[in-house]
């Protein structure tokens, strides 16, 4: 404080008053304001002014000042502020602090007891932002190849800063030194916040990169903050790693055996090193096993051809295993030699000659040659006979003036048992025949064997045997056909091939004789009329009638009579020229037919769900005698008795097995899966022989109409209405009686009932009562009566029955058929009523209890009642009469307290309602528990009422482990509860069994917070404790870790030597040490007075505490070099040793650190290059010393000089630069390396060389970086020394060593090695290698390519002026690398004017001599290039258009100076163009050239193009010889229905290709010679093997008969085509609106009829109707639509009964109406609710599209928000619109959406409104159906190259729908199982008249640039939402 000032007689108010109106700024300064500082810092500054002092002390009044802490924070400052008498405050501020430290200052005067506050001192540390910082390693190493690798913790120590900073993000900056290529990583390098380097080189790089690596924090640089740490350099080294070489190889290989020497090229290929950068790697190709056959030799050469010797004759496969090795260096886990690969060699021998040739003569002219093969038989085990073996016969036959051969080859495998046997026709027994036999494969042909013979055979024909026979009978002449299955004459089959005719004779028994009556087919010849089988003979018969047929024979007048059941037999013989073989014997068998009708159908209801049918067997049943067996009966079911196929429910041909049968009566019965509806069904039962139904079939019918709760197809059916009831439960007790009557009403019932029909029942489970039923009223089918329940309830019978409530159903059912019945639930109610649970509140709770719940109540007080009675009740219950139980796992626990209150007054029928409260009890466990109530020991509810009691649990302690240092007084934790709100006040914490204080207890929400002090507890007790919370219900566990202080340790980052950081001491001076021990402190368990240093001897020291630190120091002198040593620190208490703490032991992590004494200082080079030189010096040497700077700042000189052998010679020329300068490129670095002209001299050399250069200084750094760490004079010392080296005259490579010492008073000496390599002036120069980038060595006449070459047996050079380049004019080149081995160099060519060879030249400035000279090419690219032709083949007769498609068009031609050169192999001659087209934009197509074709000979034939004296390249087109033969149809298709438009399909083979319709020409009945481009919609696409044409045939215009076609050119072959066709006419129903209707009201109706124009003179249509149904206000027109004659007729219908009307529709003319039109059906209905009527369409294909429109009737007309229809998934619907008001009908349209596959679903239909939702289902299933299968009508062009990319059009049917060229994938797959995606171009949809999916047009480009492969490939075309499509 101030000093006491002097009294004086001022009066002491003056002076507080002035010490009043003191201000800041003028008598003191209010706010000291400073940076955050990096060191503890004691400060002092100005705070009361001197002026203010002195006033103060004029007034005399004794006085002094203080200052007390006001606020802010106190940690901020070392300890509180002091004043000086002058006014000034020091105080001292701590390092990494900041924030506010407010203090008073205050103004005191004892002697008037005055005291007050002058103003408040604020202390400001802005805070300023540290530098980050971490450590890391200088070098990381990965393999070659390696993927992605991730190196966790690379750097560590990673720190924002100070405590204070560590809010702060920090992230890593790796920055690439110049000379990285971001091409040697996949993925750059980078480390992440968290310390992982994520390294990923590229494959087949190894090499060296280095980064600058830095760490950057997000705290900015504001106020001098730093945010970037200090600079690391990090070298990546990707290890080289030897890549596996590989090969192709041809697998197999097939070796003819006939020599002893072959080669054979390019068995192995594709041969490699593994990488391109291993392509120096010398290969050598290992073959095994090692021990092949006697003799034989097999050498693999480098270029992978393969060497056989020795092995003539050789039978045999071998495999062999062939390896590729190379000579690369292994390193770990890479390989040197190749995955194996199988050769396998089949050596194939020549065939010995055949043996055992004979002969055998054979009658019918034949004979039979048979021998036999060492190959094929048992016991061979050689290979060569698998290789094309076969035998040759060779057969030549002499006459008496000459002879013929033919020749006869045969398969081994038509070999049997060894032996091989061929018949010889023999065709004169004149003749000689001289047979031979010769085996042969693929090595040759064996020496022949031979027979000879001479030709003396008898011909005979032997007996045929007929085997089978079928006899068809149709009614359709054409189709009675009767075949005869006939057995050649020889049994083996072999004379049958030369037998010239059969002759067959049919045969008929005669009635009442023995006679027949014969006809004969004659001339029949097996070639000629085999259809089935091999001599299946077909015979026509012709039919007269249906009992009768004329059977005509062929080449025969005679006819024949037949009936049915008539007895033939047939016989036949063989002929052979003019022989006559002798007849078989006769085959028996009758003349069939279809059978009758069936006879006496019938069909009864045999219940109801079941229907039989009955019939008897026809009169005849083929026959014409009942004798032929049926096959089966097929049955159809139809709704209309026509039975056309749209009403056919159900048809299926019944096999006589699953038909039960009794005296010829035969029964089948249906069910209601089938009969569904409940309509009129019409069965019709054909017997079916093997020739088919019968002709006429019976026809019955059976009316269904049952009730519909047995034919109801859902199972669903409402058949009562309730009209006067709500509720089906009836209270027989309750205070009023039911008087309310019951109106039933049912419907579906059979005709013509009565009341007395019905029987009316109640019942019960012990009781039915008969029930009578009044007001009866029976309209047709539908029936309504009233029950009387009062009378019924009321009975005395129902009274005694019923003890409690009941539950039972009322029925009404037919009595004629008791299963016709319909029934419904209803249920009785008696006895008392019950006390009813309404709910409880809560309804769960804690386990502890000690809350009230209440429960709701219901009671009821009426005449017949428990409270009547005087039984228990709430209205009379006391409290000591109810008992509460809450039962869990079957204990119970009563609550003790209970209170019950009444909330309404009871009535005498009416329920009230009580609440029931209750305490709940303690319960010990967690659960459901059941609440049961009694009352006076009665429990009044049979279902016990739940309760969840809720556990209480430990959710969380905080903190859940800690230190409990000695002498704390414990450590305070957090704990929360659930469970646990209600015995807050009851729960005891312990731990390990010692009680823990609670110093609060908090409700947060529904969970218990605890603060809790845990007490200090012993040492001894570390490790997991429990920590226990005791509650009334037992107790919760919790494991609490108390963990023990750690132990002290030595930290690695504090040591300091002499003051500087550095952990090494020099030896013979006395160093100042010290250092930190963390953790070594009373709080951490250690109590000590004195330390004393063990460093190879007993030290004292002395020590001071620091925070958290003990600061040890000391000094000490080391007398010897040691290696390095421990440091202890012994820690004494009293002079007694209770610890020590050494260097070794250090937290897990981190290294063993030791103190080492050194001794001296040795310069080392760190890194030189290069290591060798030109003898002609001149070679600059770059060299990284270290500690050499500590002499030449000494002023030691650096002497160098070069040693070779015993000489040295010093160099005079050697620059110095310290590595801090050349960092920095300060001015000593400009000094001695930018004016010196030495840095340019070192970048003017080769590439390589400057960028090894460039590594010294790397590594140089990386050596410093290293060495800082226990050397920080290690950058100072560190130099960089150039040296040029001197000219030494040697002719050999010659051995030196570079020294560099450091004068005469220093022993140190360094050395380096360095090699002088001669100019090998004398050695010619070898050009090893030299490309360009197109791997060819050739260019435009533009120049400008870039040629890479390496020459070998160069001198070494370091200025590109040493290398000279010449092609004809000298090129400058640039130098990449120049070394005893090599040099390689780089240039661009120059530009000329001309095509041709140009050689390039290269020598060195030192001699004249050169390499050999490489030829490069130049060519003219301005010239035309012909991609391809369409077509690429032509007709002869010329007159084709030709287009050449051009990838090239040289816009310096014009197009005047092109001409078509066509060359054939007999002439040539040029063609002018028609027309030239230039394309636009970037298409591979550059123009289109069309020409005429000319006339040219069948052949290959060259197109080429001459442009201003240029020949383009050269193009072969086909040249086709016209047709010569007429065309052939293939297939012929038409509709046949003789409509206006119908379609006719032709495919034909032969027919001369055309381009278009208008090259195809056609004739009809009325019309000749019609081009067929004058028809719409024709089509023809046509290639060499197949034109298919397409086209509409229209009847009006044209009539029936034959229709003709030819190609234009070729009018001499046309094709007729039969168009023939039969008119019909028949009366359709084209649409009837509404389908259905309502019942009793008139809706308007309109029915529309096809006519065919019948009915063109009626003058009025009637409409007629059925009962109970009326028809007016009926009007017509006629109309035309799409060509049809349509009647609509509008009437008025309405209808009395709901059921299907029919209607029938009579033409009237002049008031006579007698014309039936039309009959029709109309659905009238009941029904009132909403419903789906109809939808339409009711199937569609599978991928959707199409729209459908859907009827609804009943729609709601209001507060409707949405439609949506349920396909499996929601579609909202397109459009609403109301058809009819009055009947509320509605049309929907939605759009089908698609699905992946077939299949059928159910739909339904939603109607949304604000306030319910409609669901209304479909009447019927919806069908997905299958889609027609797509294909390709057309592919133009068929083929395309390899090297540029065709336009090709694809036309394909039946595609699905298309929206975008997306949704065509197109792939083409190549032989070799590539597949090729190629994109579309464009999409054109072309509709079609014979289907509703239009044709699509697809336009695409083939894969270009050498993606696809010569040969045959596959189009594949998908969509891409039906890959099965």
């Not at 939605?1790 to 339904?1804: A, E, H, L, N």
Request: contains cysteine; aromatic residues 10%.
């Amino acid at each position: 404080s101030l000093p006491q000032s002097t009294p004086s007689d001022s009066s002491f108010s003056e002076w507080a008053l002035f010490l009043k109106n003191a201000r800041s700024g003028n008598d003191y300064n209010n706010s000291v304001v400073l940076f955050e500082l990096l060191e503890d810092r004691l400060l002092k500054e100005s705070v009361l002014n001197q002026s203010f002092i002195k006033g103060l002390e004029n007034f005399g009044v004794s006085w002094r000042s203080s200052l007390s802490f006001a606020g802010g924070s106190r940690g901020l400052l070392g300890d509180i502020p002091v004043f000086d008498s002058f006014g000034y405050v020091s105080f001292e501020v701590l390092a990494f602090q900041n924030g506010n430290s407010l203090w008073n200052v205050e103004i005191h005067s004892a002697s008037h007891n005055f005291s007050t506050i002058l103003f408040q001192l604020d202390i400001y540390v802005i805070p300023v932002n540290n530098a980050p910082s971490f450590d890391m390693p200088t070098s990381v190493s990965v393999l070659e190849d390696s993927d992605r690798t991730l190196i966790l913790a690379f750097a560590y120590n990673i720190s924002a800063g100070p405590l204070d900073e560590r809010w702060q993000q920090v992230h890593f900056l790796l920055i690439p030194w110049k000379q990285v290529s971001p091409s040697y990583f996949e993925l750059e390098p980078t480390l992440s916040a968290n310390g992982t380097l994520e390294l990923w080189p590229v494959n087949d790089y190894s090499g060296v990169t280095r980064w600058n690596v830095s760490l950057a924090d997000n705290g900015g640089t504001e106020n001098g903050g730093r945010n970037i740490s200090e600079m690391y350099t990090l070298t990546v080294i990707v290890l080289p790693v030897n890549d596996m070489p590989y090969f192709s190889l041809k697998p197999v290989l097939v070796v003819p055996s006939h020599t002893n020497y072959m080669t054979f090229p390019s068995v192995i290929f594709n041969i490699s090193t593994g990488a391109a950068n291993e392509a120096d790697q010398t290969l050598a190709f290992g073959v095994s096993p090692a021990t092949l056959p006697d003799h034989l030799s097999l050498t693999l050469t480098s270029n992978g051809t393969l060497v056989l010797k020795n092995f003539m004759g050789l039978d045999q496969k071998i495999v062999v295993t062939v390896t590729l090795a190379d000579d690369g260096t292994s390193a770990g886990n890479d390989s040197l030699m190749s995955a194996p690969q199988n050769l396998t060699i089949f050596f194939v021998a020549p065939p010995p000659q055949p043996f055992e040739l004979t002969f055998l003569k054979r009658d019918f002219g034949v004979v039979q040659i048979s021998w036999t093969h060492r190959w094929i038989q048992e016991g061979y085990g050689g290979i060569s006979n698998q290789f094309n073996f076969s035998f040759a016969m060779s057969i030549v036959e002499c006459k008496q003036d000459s002879c013929t051969s033919s020749y006869i080859a045969l398969r081994p495998q038509e070999c049997i048992g060894g032996s091989c046997v061929r018949d010889v026709r023999v065709t004169s027994w004149k003749n000689t025949y001289n047979v031979s036999v010769e085996a042969q494969n693929l090595a040759g042909i064996s020496a022949p064997q031979s027979v000879k013979f001479a030709g003396s055979f008898v011909v005979d024909v032997a007996l045929p045997l007929i085997s089978s026979r079928q006899f068809n009978y149709t009614s359709k002449p054409s189709e009675s056909l009767l075949l005869v299955h006939v057995l050649p004459p020889a049994s083996n089959g072999s004379g049958s091939t030369y037998i010239t005719a059969y002759e067959f004779e049919l045969c008929r028994l005669l009635a009442n004789s023995n006679v027949s009556d014969c006809i004969t087919f004659s001339g029949v010849n097996p070639s000629q009329h085999a259809q089935v089988a091999d001599y299946t003979v077909t015979l026509h018969l012709s039919w007269l009638t249906y009992e009768l047929c004329d059977l005509s024979a062929i080449n025969s007048s005679q006819t024949l009579l037949l009936v049915r059941g008539q007895s033939l037999s047939i016989r036949a013989r063989a002929l052979y020229s003019s022989i006559v073989g002798p007849w078989s014997f006769p085959y028996n068998f009758q003349v069939a037919g279809k059978p009758n009708s069936t006879v006496g159908l019938s069909s009864r209801e045999t219940d109801a769900r079941h229907v039989e049918l009955m019939w008897e067997l026809p009169s005849d049943t083929g026959y014409g005698d009942q004798s032929m067996v049926l096959t089966c009966f097929q049955i159809t079911v139809a709704t209309c008795i026509e039975m056309t196929e749209p009403c056919v429910v159900w048809r299926k041909c019944q096999d006589l097995s699953t038909i039960s049968s009794t005296d010829q009566h035969f029964h089948f019965t249906f069910n209601n899966s089938i009969l569904k509806n409940s309509i009129t069904y019409f069965f019709m039962v054909c017997p079916v022989n093997e020739l088919g139904p019968a002709i006429n079939c019976e026809i019955t019918q059976s009316d269904f109409n049952i009730l519909p709760v047995l034919f109801s197809p859902t199972s669903l059916p409402i058949y009562f209405i309730l009209k006067n009831a709500t509720t089906r439960i009836y209270d027989v007790w309750s205070g009023n009686q039911i008087t309310t009557d019951l109106s039933i009403q049912l419907s579906y019932l059979p005709l013509h009932l009565f009341p007395r029909d019905l029987v009316i029942s109640l019942s019960l489970s012990n009781l039915t009562i008969a029930v009578d039923a009044t007001n009866w009223v029976i309209d047709a089918r539908v029936a309504s009566f009233t029950i009387h329940v009062s009378n019924l309830l009321g009975s005395q019978a129902l009274h005694s029955a019923i003890q409690t409530s009941m539950a039972g159903s009322m029925s009404v059912t037919v009595k004629q058929n008791s299963w016709k019945q319909v029934t419904w639930p209803i249920e009785i109610i008696s006895g008392y009523r019950k006390i009813e649970f309404l709910s409880i509140s809560p309804s769960s709770g804690e386990m502890s209890g000690g809350y009230f719940v209440n429960i709701n109540l219901k009671d009821f007080l009426g005449p017949r009642t428990r409270y009547s009675a005087g039984l228990y009740n709430l209205y009379t219950a006391s409290i000591p009469s109810i008992q509460v139980f809450f039962v869990i796992d079957g204990t119970k626990h009563q609550s003790l307290y209970l209170s019950l209150a009444q909330q309404t007054t009871g009535s005498s029928n009416a329920y009230d309602s009580f609440v029931l409260s209750t305490y709940t009890p303690v319960v010990g466990k967690a659960g459901v528990a059941n609440v049961l109530i009694y009352i006076s020991g009665n429990l009044i509810f049979d279902t016990p009422i739940s309760f969840v009691l809720v556990g209480m649990n430990i959710v969380s302690v905080a903190p859940n482990s800690g230190r409990i240092n000695p002498g704390s007084g414990g450590l305070p934790i957090n704990m929360l509860l659930s469970g646990a709100t209600t015995s807050i006040s009851m729960l005891n914490v312990t731990i390990a069994g010692y009680h823990c204080k609670v110093n609060s207890r908090t409700i947060v929400g529904s969970k218990v917070s605890l603060d809790i002090l845990l007490p200090e507890l012993p040492t001894s007790r570390a490790g997991n404790l429990p920590l226990v919370v005791k509650h009334p219900g037992g107790q919760l566990n919790v494991s609490w870790n108390y963990v023990l202080p750690p132990s002290p340790y030595i930290l690695y980052s504090s040591f300091t030597i002499d003051g500087t950081s550095k952990l090494w001491l020099q030896t013979g001076e006395r160093h100042a040490v010290s250092f930190q021990v963390k953790d070594l402190l009373p709080s951490y368990g250690w109590f000590f007075d004195s330390l004393r240093v063990i460093l190879d001897q007993e030290i004292n020291c002395t020590f001071q505490n620091l925070g958290e630190l003990v600061v040890v120091s000391f000094d000490f002198e080391p007398l010897h070099a040691l290696e390095r040593v421990p440091l202890t620190v012994l820690v004494l208490d009293k002079s007694e040793k209770v610890g020590e703490v050494t260097t070794s032991d250090l937290p897990a992590g981190q290294g063993r650190l030791l103190l080492e004494f050194k001794q001296g200082i040795a310069p080392t080079i760190v890194s030189y290059v290069p290591s060798e030189g030109p003898a002609r010096g001149g070679t600059f040497v770059v060299m990284g010393v270290s500690k050499i700077g500590a002499f030449s700042s000494q002023g030691y000189p650096i002497l160098p000089e070069v040693r070779v052998g015993s000489e040295s010679m010093a160099i005079s020329d050697v620059w110095s630069v310290p590595l801090q300068s050349w960092i920095n490129q300060d001015s000593v670095y400009n000094l001695r390396m930018t004016a010196t002209n030495v840095w340019n001299n070192m970048t003017n050399t080769s590439r390589t060389l400057f960028s090894e250069y460039m590594n010294v200084i790397t590594t140089s750094q990386q050596y410093v970086q290293s060495a800082l760490v226990s050397d920080v004079s290690a950058m100072k010392d560190f130099m960089i020394l150039i040296i040029k080296m001197p000219q030494v005259n040697v002719t050999k490579l010659t051995k030196a060593a570079i020294t560099i010492s450091t004068g005469t008073n220093s022993s140190i000496n360094v050395v380096a090695n360095f090699s002088y390599i001669p100019d090998n002036l004398n050695e010619p120069i070898i050009i090893r290698s030299m490309s360009t980038d197109s791997n060819s060595l050739s260019c435009s006449l533009d120049g400008g390519c870039t040629v890479r070459a390496t020459v070998s047996n160069f001198p070494i050079i370091y200025k590109v002026t040493d290398l000279i380049v010449e092609m004809n004019i000298r090129i400058w080149p640039l130098l990449i690398l120049s070394d005893s081995t090599q040099t390689q160099f780089e240039f661009q060519v120059p530009q000329v004017n001309k095509e041709g060879p140009v050689p390039i030249i290269v020598r060195s400035s030192f001699s004249s001599k050169t390499a050999e000279p490489v030829s490069f090419n130049y060519i003219d690219t301005n010239k035309p290039v012909i991609s391809y032709t369409s077509p690429t083949w032509s007709y002869s007769d010329g007159g084709q258009t030709m287009t050449i498609f051009l990838s090239k068009v040289p816009s310096s031609i014009p197009q005047n100076q092109y001409s078509i050169n066509v060359q054939s192999q007999q002439s040539s001659f040029l063609v002018n163009y028609s027309s030239f087209t230039v394309s636009a934009g970037s298409s591979s197509i550059a123009g289109r050239i069309t020409f005429t074709w000319p006339a040219c000979q069948p052949g290959p034939v060259s197109i080429s193009l001459k442009a201003a004296q240029k020949m383009a390249n050269v193009q072969v087109v086909q040249c086709q010889g016209i047709p010569t033969t007429p065309p052939v149809i293939e297939s012929f298709k038409r509709d046949s229905q003789c409509t206006k438009q119908e379609l006719i399909q032709v495919r034909l083979k032969n027919f001369r290709v055309v381009s278009g319709p208008s090259e195809v020409a056609l004739s009809f009945t009325q019309a000749s010679n019609v081009s067929a481009s004058s028809i719409p919609n024709f089509m023809v696409m046509s290639d060499l093997s197949t034109t298919f044409i397409q086209f509409p045939y229209d009847a009006s215009l044209y009539s029936s008969g034959r229709v003709t076609l030819w190609a234009t050119r070729q009018p001499e072959f046309p094709v007729r085509l039969d168009t023939q066709c039969v008119q019909q006419q028949v009366v359709t129903l084209s649409y009837l609106i509404p389908t259905w209707v309502y019942s009793r009201r008139s809706t308007k109706m309109i029915v529309a009829i096809s006519d065919r124009g019948l009915y063109t003179n009626v003058t009025e249509i009637k409409v007629w109707a059925t009962l109970n149904a009326t028809v007016t206000s009926v009007s017509f027109n006629r109309q035309s639509s799409s060509g049809e004659s349509i009647i609509a007729v509008n009437f008025n219908f309405d209808a009395k009964l709901a059921q299907v009307h029919n209607l029938t529709i009579v033409a009237c003319y002049l008031e006579i109406c007698d014309k039936k039109v039309l009959e029709f059906q109309v659905s009238v209905r009941n029904d009132v609710n909403a419903l789906v009527s109809n939808f339409n369409p009711q199937s569609c294909r599978f991928y959707g599209g199409s729209e459908m429109a859907i009827e609804v009737d009943n729609y709601p007309d209001q507060d409707v928000t949405s439609v949506l229809i349920d396909f499996g998934v929601n579609v909202s619907a397109k459009s609403t619109t109301v058809l009819d008001k009055q009947l509320k009908k509605c049309l929907i349209k939605v759009d089908i959406p698609p699905t992946g596959f077939p299949k059928s679903i159910s739909p339904s239909l939603y109607i949304l409104s604000a306030n319910k939702q409609l669901k209304l289902p479909f009447p019927t299933q919806f069908e997905y159906t299958e889609a027609p299968l797509p294909g390709i009508l057309k592919l133009f062009p068929t083929q395309a190259y390899v090297e540029t990319s065709s336009n090709i059009r694809v036309l394909v049917q039946n595609f699905p729908p298309v929206s975008s060229s997306s949704d065509v994938v197109i792939q083409i797959i190549l032989n070799s199982g590539q597949v090729l995606i190629a994109a579309v171009s464009q999409l054109e949809q072309k509709t079609q008249s014979t289907s509703d999916l239009p044709n699509l047009q697809i336009d695409f480009a083939s894969p270009s640039q050498n993606q696809a492969e010569i040969g045959l490939a596959n189009l594949k075309l998908t969509h891409a939402a039906y890959s099965n499509m």
